[in-house]
């Protein structure tokens, strides 16, 4: 096999918009809408508490026809020893020969695809006035959620910020001022002063067994979209189980992983009170009022990853960008 090799410096060095990530993600959501993805709940395994590796595979057809698997940890003890939370590899296979064709750094993948898929949730819940967003937990989805946001969200003109470390906020704060000029970073003492009078709450906070769920219902304005990054661990069950539109990204993932009882138990919406998933979403086959409260959980799915590093691939094909080895 000949496979390109692509390293999280190449892929960066690329100059891939979250516009043109917003795209692709978008593009997978209605193309799973429309029954041409397969995309099995995402499996894991725990080798540490509150720490998973998980393999997500997935194959979007139509003209997209694209192949693939991440594998990819999530570690909350790696803040305190200076390494990413979130690191993984992505493999492309050729849909055709099933031949592997690329392999990937999947850290810059997983950190812009999730953050167009809330940028994608905003374009279809969001006000389309909205002009303050809260993000909570400004690590590197804190950053990316809030670049993509702004990027669906063109009235946005304030960003109220929290983190329970104030290091992660001055950072924070200094990357957004070179991603987002003109944008306004309030930094935020608590977490009710950071979500009050927002008009879209992003929860990127590290995912836990035993959730604290810190951001409470009444907080938050009646006209708000609360988008969950981080599973259940951040908002308060209300939050989402008494939202007038809850949507997930996609719902078979979401009823497995609620049914395995590990995650979005205890008052966390059930099947009958979904309104649709980002699929149906995309797909048109419904919609959600841009007033009153609405929930999203964006748990990521498998397509955001294959279509960004189809992306990717043909970039970096089109630049000569990696290394080619034969194994
Ligand atoms: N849904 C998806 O598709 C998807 C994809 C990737 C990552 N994630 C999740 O997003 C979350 C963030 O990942 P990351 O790569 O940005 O990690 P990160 O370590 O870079 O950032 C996490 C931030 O949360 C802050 N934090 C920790 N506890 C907090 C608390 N109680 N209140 C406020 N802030 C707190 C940390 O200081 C840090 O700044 C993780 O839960 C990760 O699993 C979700």
Redesign the pocket.
């Known amino acids: 096999m000949e496979i390109r090799i692509l390293s999280f410096e190449e892929i960066d060095a690329l100059g891939i918009s979250v516009t043109e990530v917003m795209d692709v993600v978008e593009k997978g959501f209605r193309l799973k809408g429309e029954g041409k993805v397969e995309l099995p709940a995402k499996i894991g395994i725990h080798p540490r508490k509150d720490c998973f590796i998980h393999a997500m595979p997935c194959f979007v057809g139509a003209d997209a026809d694209v192949a693939g698997i991440k594998w990819v940890s999530?570690y909350?003890p790696?803040?305190a020893k200076g390494l990413?939370?979130?690191n993984g590899i992505m493999c492309l296979n050729e849909a055709e020969t099933g031949i592997v064709k690329s392999i990937m750094d999947a850290n810059w993948i997983?950190?812009w695809r999730?953050g167009a898929?809330t940028g994608v949730c905003a374009r279809h819940m969001a006000d389309p006035d909205a002009g303050t967003l809260a993000v909570?937990?400004?690590?590197?989805?804190?950053r990316t959620n809030t670049v993509a946001v702004a990027k669906a969200l063109p009235g946005l003109s304030v960003v109220k910020a929290?983190?329970?470390?104030t290091q992660?906020l001055e950072k924070y704060k200094s990357l957004i001022e070179k991603d987002l000029p003109g944008i306004n970073v309030l930094p935020c003492r608590s977490?009710q002063e950071a979500v009050d009078g927002a008009d879209v709450v992003v929860t990127?906070?590290?995912?836990v067994a035993d959730p604290?769920r810190?951001v409470k219902s009444d907080w938050l304005k009646k006209d708000c979209l609360a988008i969950a990054?981080?599973?259940d661990?951040a908002f308060d069950a209300e939050v989402m189980s008494k939202a007038e539109a809850f949507v997930c990204d996609d719902k078979n993932q979401y009823l497995w992983t609620q049914e395995q009882g590990a995650y979005f138990q205890k008052g966390y919406p059930g099947k009958e009170d979904i309104l649709g998933d980002m699929g149906d979403l995309c797909a048109g086959k419904v919609s959600s009022p841009r007033k009153g409260r609405r929930g999203a959980v964006?748990?990521?799915i498998a397509s955001h990853d294959v279509l960004t590093a189809d992306l990717v691939y043909r970039k970096a094909i089109e630049k000569g960008v990696g290394k080619v080895v034969q194994i």
């Not at 990127?204 to 995912?207: A, G, L, M, V």
Request: with cysteine; proline share 8%; charged share 10%.
């Open positions: 999530g909350p790696n803040q990413p939370y979130i997983t950190a999730t898929a909570i937990g400004l690590g590197v989805q804190g929290y983190d329970a470390y992660q977490v990127c906070t590290p995912i604290e810190f990054v981080d599973y661990s964006l748990m990521g």
